[in-house]
């Protein structure tokens, strides 16, 4: 099962920062969180990962809470092409890396 | 863009049909994966090869055999689907089993069985 629980949707106006809540209470030490999205009918896209700190790149920084139970993805100036599913994992250790998907959340970037 | 490429894009199959569907990647990755994604639902694991060895299989039917001919190739060959098996088939790949690598998707194959 999914380690993470997400709203199941969210709006932002174009232009505006996005900033897509994820709660993980039973994460373990070791444990990374990561963030993907899917626009509609691609892959899952890779967006940031981290394990302790906050973390940035060139599409989006990720703020980790310092107990880590819960963290926080931000799209800086979120664009009309940033509308996609958005999804939270917590990657266990031991199961050869796979990634649980939960249901994620749906944002719509609006004009 | 992706750099894991999946072939083909579409495919529609009946279920006496065999078929096959193939990945690629050129990143030197040694951990490829497929995943199954039903629409509205997320992606849930069917396999996983380390080192061009299967790894784990998600108890997944017969029907579905996957196979890792070589260290950039990924295969899944279909036979005598089910109508419920229409779905998404996305493939994915990483440097290995650490935490610390991210897994880099294609954009799938549409699968429809009539």
């Known amino acids: 099962d999914a380690k993470t629980t997400q709203p199941p949707s969210m709006d932002c106006a174009e232009g505006r920062a996005a900033n897509l809540p994820c709660n993980h209470s039973t994460i373990s030490g070791n444990e990374y969180v990561y963030w993907y999205r899917q626009i509609h009918s691609q892959g899952p896209q890779y967006i940031i990962h981290g394990l302790k700190n906050n973390e940035t790149n060139e599409m989006a920084s990720l703020i980790i809470t310092e107990d880590r139970k819960s963290s926080t993805l931000i799209l800086p100036h979120a664009t009309l092409r940033d509308t996609a599913v958005y999804y939270c994992?917590?990657?266990?250790?031991?199961?050869?890396?796979?990634?649980?998907f939960g249901q994620g959340t749906e944002l719509s970037v609006k004009p | 863009d992706t750099e894991v490429t999946q072939t083909p894009k579409h495919l529609v199959m009946g279920m006496t049909n065999k078929k096959s569907l193939k990945c690629e990647q050129h990143m030197g990755h040694r951990a490829m994966y497929w995943y199954k994604q039903k629409a509205k639902k997320p992606p849930e694991l069917m396999f996983v090869?380390?080192?061009?060895?299967?790894?784990i299989n998600e108890s997944v039917p017969s029907r579905f055999s996957p196979e890792c001919p070589n260290s950039s190739l990924l295969n899944l060959h279909l036979h005598a689907l089910q109508p419920e098996d229409s779905a998404l088939y996305l493939c994915?790949?990483?440097?290995?089993?650490?935490?610390?690598?991210?897994?880099?998707f294609g954009d799938g194959t549409r699968l429809s069985i009539l």
């Open positions: 994992i917590v990657r266990v250790a031991n199961q050869g890396g796979k990634l649980i």
């Open positions: 090869y380390s080192y061009e060895k299967l790894s």
């Open positions: 994915a790949s990483s440097q290995g089993w650490d935490l610390n690598q991210p897994q880099h």
